[in-house]
Every structure is written in structure tokens, then in C-alpha cells.
């Protein structure tokens, strides 16, 4: 069964990592000696970084590149206590749109639930009130930005 990728928040540098490599290669069929060679730099020396979580910061914006996909700045970002908000382009929400949003509150909740029943840690319902708030922070930007909505540019996913 494929990961719902919109939901996954990552907890850690080294998880975030991982997580843009699996993208990579579920969604896009990039292996690790590929994204190596899209950064230019060995594939020895990718997997360490992987492995240890010591990758160099001027190459994290390469990387989410070849990887098409934003975890270890989403990880940075909600580590130092901040929202993630993709830029909304004011356009009406669709049905699937707004249930998505149901769907990321109604486990926000359940994991609130879960950790006053000492049946989930913290980690885990932080992850997903942050995701909660992002989710409600870019409804909002959208509708304040309704008046006035973009056009998409480039591709998209």
C-alpha cells in the first residue's frame, strides 16, 4: 500500500533524509547512485550522510530538488517551532481539498485524545497538531488571497 505522503511529518533530521530518498525512489524511481550523481557527489559519501545525518546545509535545497520533495526543510522549519504553509493561490478549495483538511484535524484530535489516555507520546501528537496548524494556516491564506488568486505555474505534485 502506498504512504499518503501529504501526511507524513518527519520527527528528525536523519528521518527527513530518509523520507526525501523514499520519495525519490517510490514516486519517482530515483536510486540513491542517481540522486548521487544529480548532487555530484559519490554515492558512498550520499549513503553516510543518510546514515549519520550530517549532510551539508549548501547542498539540503539540491537535494529536495533531485528528491521533489520538502522534508528536511519541513523538518528544520517545525523544529524551530514554526508552520510549514505551502503558498496557497487563493482558488475556491475543492471538495477533496476540504477533505483533506477534515481528515488532518480529525487525527490531530484522536492523537490529542490518545496522549491524555497515555496512549501516545508526545512526539507523535505534536506531529500531528503541526500538521493540523499548517493545514488551517494555508486555508486561511487561500481565502485571503481569494480576491486576488495566481495561476499555476510549472509542474506541480
Known sequence: MPRNWN?????????????AKDYARERHNLSVERLADLLGVTHDCLYKWLATGRFPANLIPAYENACRCHFVSRWLVSSAGKLVIDMPRGNRA????????????TEAVGQILRF????????????????????????KLNIQKHSQPELALGDEE
Open 116 to 139: 491524555a489516555d497515555e496512549k501516545s507520546d508526545a512526539e507523535k501528537t505534536l506531529a500531528a497538531i503541526q500538521r493540523g496548524l499548517e493545514s488551517m494556516a494555508w486555508h
Open 94 to 105: 475543492s471538495a477533496k481539498d476540504i477533505q483533506n483538511l477534515q481528515a488532518v484535524l
Open 7 to 19: 501526511s507524513i511529518q518527519p520527527r528528525s533530521l536523519i528521518e527527513a533524509l530518509r523520507l
